[in-house]
T-cell receptor, first 114, second 112 residues
Framework: QQQVKQSPQSLIVQKGGIPIINCAYE??????FPWYQQFPGKGPALLIA?????SEKKEGRFTISFNKSAKQFSLHIMDSQPGDSATYFC?????????????FGKGTKLTVNP | GAGVSQSPRYKVAKRGQDVALRCDPI?????LFWYQQALGQGPEFLTY????????KSGLPSDRFFAERPEGSVSTLKIQRTQQEDSAVYLC??????????FGQGTRLTVV
């Protein structure tokens, strides 16, 4: 059972565009929602994360919008650059024992053309 | 080291062979996770350690998979009698309690 649904599967934008990646979840026990960026041959790296008590969080060019009632959250990348071309994963965590197991979406492959 | 280190980076195993994958977490990190990432998919949780205690192994796909962290630092993921469906990237992540999880580069396992 996929607990975090991510869309689209792939996305192509021009430099300067604003790609938006969406995720939806079902389990209301989730309390931490990070986004990870992964380049080929590398492990995922945390970009930005949000807790359910906040509707929006911005760090640099990356913004998370969170809609608790709809159980949806999205990543916006402002002024996208070719170096942002990577696969992006949303995730959600279930609290356990003081640390947080992550449930990932299937990923979105972003291509930013020059 | 500065980050999570995994070895080997690549492993080719013949079907039926046993393999052992190693993870060196960031020094002082209490929590350690193993994930499996199939080609074109998101990582999927396998198991979680807090220090040397394995608190959750609900994601291990079969009893052929075994993980340990005997001294609360280095961890080993062992797969016995490998099958083709075990081919994937195995990722290790560590964190200090409820902070950001740092991932290693992974071990790409190919079973032929």
């Amino acid at each position: 059972q996929q607990q975090v649904k991510q869309s689209p599967q792939s996305l192509i934008v021009q430099k300067g565009g604003i790609p938006i990646i969406n995720c939806a979840y079902e389990n209301t026990a989730f309390d931490y929602f990070p986004w990870y960026q992964q380049f080929p041959g590398k492990g995922p790296a945390l970009l930005i994360a949000i807790r359910p008590d906040v509707s929006e969080k911005k760090e640099g060019r990356f913004t998370i919008s969170f809609n608790k009632s709809a159980k949806q959250f999205s990543l916006h990348i402002m002024d996208s650059q070719p170096g942002d071309s990577a696969t992006y994963f949303c995730a959600a965590s279930i609290p356990q024992g003081g640390s947080e197991k992550l449930v990932f979406g299937k990923g979105t492959k972003l291509t930013v053309n020059p | 080291g500065a980050g999570v280190s995994q070895s080997p980076r690549y492993k080719v195993a013949k079907r039926g062979q046993d393999v052992a994958l190693r993870c060196d977490p960031i020094s002082g990190h209490v929590s350690l996770f193993w994930y499996q990432q199939a080609l074109g998919q998101g990582p999927e949780f396998l198991t979680y350690f807090q220090n040397e205690a394995q608190l959750d192994k609900s994601g291990l796909p079969s009893d052929r998979f075994f993980a340990e962290r005997p001294e609360g630092s280095v961890s080993t993921l062992k797969i016995q009698r490998t099958q083709q469906e075990d081919s994937a990237v195995y990722l290790c992540a560590s964190s200090f309690m409820v902070t950001e999880a740092f991932f290693g580069q992974g071990t790409r396992l190919t079973v032929v």
